[in-house]
């Protein structure tokens, strides 16, 4: 299911040497971009609908990603979902400075997703039904944590200061968010593990 929601959630099997240590050398980089870039390519256009902005995203992608290669974590996620949540921002920041130059324009993620048109509508309905079902479960904190920053666009330092707690902590209470969803869909059968 392409576009999906609940497409960040999944795991993939079978870790690369990259994606035990993170993006340290040119080489790594490069084998990640010769691995993911059209998958990441694809995405940021099916959001933009602009190739050279799309192309722009992917590359900034690897570059960040090769800077913070440390922050690269493999038990939170796969080297695959960690460059999606770059690219992810990347598409966020590119849609506030295209509404910033043209003056109007989408602003949540939401409607980023839903306009994409590789985007299936019936698909989408039932995964977005799953997963506010699944959202319900979670605890009011973390739930307003997953809902804000991988929906709403914003980062763990600006939700973490609206609610007077550090960033770190906003991330932590993240990761366990996701976990605890990640759970919730698996043993509804709603997300292959």
């Not at 299911?1 to 870790?15: H, N, Q």
């Not at 971009?33 to 059209?38: A, F, I, P, S, V």
């Not at 590119?94 to 003056?103: C, L």
Request: some cysteine; proline content about 3%; glycine content about 10%.
């Amino acid at each position: 299911m392409s576009g999906s929601p609940l497409r960040w959630l999944r795991r993939r099997s079978g870790p690369t040497d990259a994606e035990e240590s993170g993006l340290r050398t040119e080489r790594e980089v490069q084998v990640a971009y010769e691995r993911y870039g059209g998958e990441l390519f694809g995405f940021a256009y099916k959001a933009l609908e602009d190739r050279q902005l799309a192309e722009e995203v992917v590359q900034e992608t690897f570059v960040r990603a090769w800077r913070s290669g440390q922050g690269f974590d493999p038990e939170q996620g796969t080297m695959r979902t960690w460059l999606f949540a770059i690219a992810r921002n990347g598409v966020v920041d590119a849609i506030r400075r295209r509404r910033v130059r043209e003056g109007a324009g989408q602003t949540s993620w939401e409607a980023v997703t839903e306009s994409s048109s590789g985007f299936d509508p019936v698909d989408g309905l039932l995964e977005r039904i799953q997963l506010s079902e699944a959202l319900e479960r979670l605890s009011p904190q973390h739930r307003q944590a997953v809902v804000e920053v991988y929906f709403g666009g914003r980062t763990c330092a600006e939700l973490g200061e609206e609610m007077g707690i550090s960033a770190s902590t906003m991330r932590s209470r993240l990761y366990y968010a996701v976990r605890a969803l990640r759970l919730i869909l698996e043993e509804n059968g709603w997300l292959a593990s």
